[in-house]
């Protein structure tokens, strides 16, 4: 049996069709949560809801009858799961972004103005304490992942959003583990979509520091379009981040600052993405990667941070995309129709149905591979 471990997060109902949908029967989706009332997960008659407590867990449960674990995003406590798995039990983690960047030792992640916030943040000179370490251990039962490189060494294989990002991660934690081509799709990129499109722009995916906001505020300070942030969720503490954010959007910005500050439905989402014909995502570190799909899926103009390894596989494998520094006189300017094909036929060899069934029957393989 494949056993997926979840928190209750946007990608659970898609990857529980995707995988129902190739077999029936051969996969346990655990939800770890504190409350009955999940927030993102419909599927509930498929899943098994567990307690977000290393002290409350059954482990028998979790591992009855399992060969394949998938971590979906590392948590504390699945790091505790991967602590008491049986000898027999292969893992796969799935990596999403953040459960492995923020524990990486050189985090060059930020621009200038956002790296003087961080710089300011107890938070985050606590994260690395001896005193932060006691609390993590006493909470969750395991140490920082940092300390607890041997557990990682445990993991035989992972996937990442980007290929680009396997070596980097391998190299950063000493893995040995192997690469398995696996992500997620939130989104159907098989129908032949053609709305036209409005004149905004959407900036960021979320409220943190990652997003690089205030910096981006610096480069397109001089525009005049209508900009939409997304700020709803966040990392701890993120709602002192938020609000620097739309105080400075609002300064500068006035009417035409627009914060998104509560979660949104897919389809109001969507209706947003379609009222904007620019997207700016100036992460350096990997992040957004369906909203990015999505942008250019629709023909929107697309600008990445060129530091970043999202912009250096974007632009190896062919997409049209743009720096934000060289090509800012472009924000709020639509692509031309033949750009926008490019990008849509890339998007569908990338993240189509076609692509995503691959990729579910290579977990597949990859369970019954394991004697």
Known sequence: MIVHLFNDEKFVDVTIINFETEVVGLNK??????????????????????????????????????????????????LYILKN??????????????????????????????????????YQSLRFSKLYSLYHLL????????????????????????????????????????????????????SDLSMPLGDSILIGNSATLSNNHLDIFDIIKNTNSKMIVPLSYGAYGYQDYKERVIYQGNKLFKDNFHA???????????????????????????????????????????????????????????????????????????????QKDINKELVIKLQGEEAINRKIKGIIQLHDSIE
């Open 260 to 338: 998104i500050k509560s979660f949104l439905p897919i389809q109001e989402y969507d209706k947003i993405l379609m009222s904007c014909n620019t997207m700016i995502m100036y992460h350096i570190r990997q992040q957004a990667l369906g909203n990015i799909y999505m942008a250019l899926y629709l023909g929107m103009r697309v600008f990445l941070n060129k530091k970043s390894i999202t912009y250096k596989y974007m632009n190896d494998i062919g997409m049209i995309i743009f720096e934000l520094e060289k090509d800012f006189d472009l924000v709020g300017i639509e692509l031309n129709k033949n």
């Open 85 to 122: 798995k049986p000898s027999h039990v292969k893992v796969l983690w799935s990596i999403w972004g953040s459960d492995a960047y923020d524990h990486f030792n050189n985090q060059d992640f930020f621009e200038p103005l956002t790296q003087n916030i961080r710089n300011k943040s107890l």
């Open 29 to 78: 989706y655990i939800i770890f949560s504190n409350t009955l009332e999940l927030k993102y997960v419909s599927r509930k008659e498929l899943v098994l809801l567990l307690p977000n407590s290393s002290y409350k867990l059954d482990l028998d449960l979790i591992y009855k009858d399992c060969q394949l674990l998938v971590i979906h995003f590392l948590t504390p406590l699945k």
């Open 139 to 190: 909470r969750y039962r395991v140490k920082p992942v940092r300390k607890e490189l041997k557990l990682l060494m445990e993991i035989e294989f992972i996937s990442t959003v980007l290929p680009y990002e396997f070596e980097i991660i391998k190299k950063e934690f000493n893995l040995t583990a192997k690469y398995i081509d696996y992500n997620y799709s939130v989104n159907k990129f098989n």
